[in-house]
């Protein structure tokens, strides 16, 4: 598990210390070829498909190490209420509502405190909320401090709009706490926003309120957006001990969750974006509407059975 977590460390290092050979950073492309391929070869996904593809993992009865729920298929999903599955065959076909069916975005909304409809932004999961998220918010020269390790994309996408990313780094000897004081020094002028992932990817990190409370003390004293990757709450048993739901906490904070891993339907590919700044908001919706703000009415009707039924799915 350090081991892994190590190379994961090492790939991301390599990535973040690829501005430093004098390469442009304004767009992916342009890091280094060598830099690049260390920070994205084997990384922890690549490696977790090949392993499953294995003979041994194949003969196994249970999985115990899994970062996702085991996947529902469709049967399964229209048992969990009577008559459900005779209502999707009635369902239109025609253009959908933008940004989601209001039904959808309520049950979304109800989620979190003080968030309305317009603080809502149905994503095609979250790979589509992280590129929206920095496509809409964050300028070439912009400083964004990223909690690492982490996916790999939270350090790729800031660096392909030409920002400075510095990585906030989980440390094992400090069994993987990150420090605030650190974080205080990192958060500097120009520093655009703030990327965590809660529960954190690999090490597992949950933070108490007493942690959050001075997280967004931080932030809020240098008006600092707080990004955080919710995509793993509720998937750990201990997560009930941690603070989920950050953006309940700052007003200046964004939330990203989804139903791939937690609820174990990556398929149906639903992600959001929530906030309680609608100024955020705002940007982040107006962005979306230049591409695709659409969700698949069948993709729409199965996402709202899923929530409706979320205590049902998450005790499996």
């Given at each position: 598990m350090i081991e892994g977590i190590a190379?994961?460390?090492?790939?991301?290092?390599?990535?973040?210390?690829?501005?430093?050979?004098?390469?442009?950073?304004?767009?992916?492309?342009?890091?280094?070829?060598?830099?690049?391929?260390?920070?994205?070869?084997?990384?922890?996904?690549q490696l977790l498909q090949e392993f499953f593809e294995t003979p041994l993992a194949k003969s196994a009865r249970y999985n115990l190490s899994a970062s996702a729920g085991e996947p529902m298929t469709r049967e399964q999903l229209l048992a969990l209420e009577e008559g459900v599955a005779a209502s999707m065959l009635e369902t239109s076909l025609d253009y959908p509502r933008r940004h989601g069916s209001a039904a959808?975005?309520?049950?979304?909304?109800?989620?979190?405190?003080?968030?309305?409809?317009?603080?809502?932004?149905?994503?095609?999961?979250?790979d589509d909320a992280l590129g929206l998220l920095f496509l809409a918010l964050v300028k070439p020269g912009e400083r964004v401090v990223v909690l690492t390790p982490s996916y790999p994309p939270h350090l790729l996408l800031p660096h392909s709009r030409g920002a400075h990313v510095v990585p906030w780094e989980a440390?094992?000897?400090?069994?993987?706490?990150?420090?605030?004081?650190?974080l205080r020094e990192l958060v500097k002028p120009k520093t655009r926003l703030v990327l965590v992932t809660f529960p954190q990817n690999p090490?597992?990190?949950?933070?108490?309120q007493s942690?959050?409370?001075?997280?967004?003390?931080?932030l809020r004293e240098r008006e600092t957006l707080?990004?955080?990757?919710?995509?793993?709450?509720?998937?750990?048993?201990?997560?009930?001990?941690?603070?989920?739901?950050?953006?309940?906490?700052?007003?200046?904070?964004?939330?990203?969750h989804g139903l791939s891993k937690t609820y174990g339907l990556p398929?149906?590919?639903?992600?959001?974006?929530?906030?309680?700044?609608?100024?955020?908001?705002?940007?982040?919706?107006?962005?979306?509407?230049?591409?695709?703000?659409?969700?698949?009415?069948?993709?729409?009707?199965?996402?709202?059975?899923?929530?409706?039924?979320?205590?049902?799915?998450?005790?499996?």
């Open positions: 190379m994961s460390i090492d790939r991301q290092k390599a990535l973040v210390a690829a501005k430093e050979d004098g390469s442009s950073p304004s767009c992916v492309r342009s890091l280094p070829s060598s830099a690049f391929r260390r920070a994205m070869s084997s990384t922890t996904r959808l975005v309520d049950a979304i909304a109800g989620h979190y405190q003080g968030v309305n409809d317009d603080g809502v932004a149905v994503t095609s999961g979250l440390r094992p000897e400090n069994d993987w706490v990150p420090d605030l004081d650190e090490t597992g990190f949950m933070p108490g942690y959050v409370d001075t997280l967004v003390e931080i707080l990004i955080s990757d919710e995509i793993y709450s509720g998937l750990p048993h201990e997560s009930s001990k941690g603070v989920n739901n950050l953006s309940d906490h700052y007003e200046h904070a964004v939330t990203m398929g149906l590919r639903v992600g959001w974006i929530v906030s309680r700044d609608l100024g955020v908001m705002w940007r982040i919706r107006k962005e979306r509407e230049l591409f695709n703000c659409y969700v698949a009415p069948p993709v729409d009707f199965l996402a709202r059975l899923a929530l409706r039924h979320e205590g049902t799915i998450l005790n499996r």
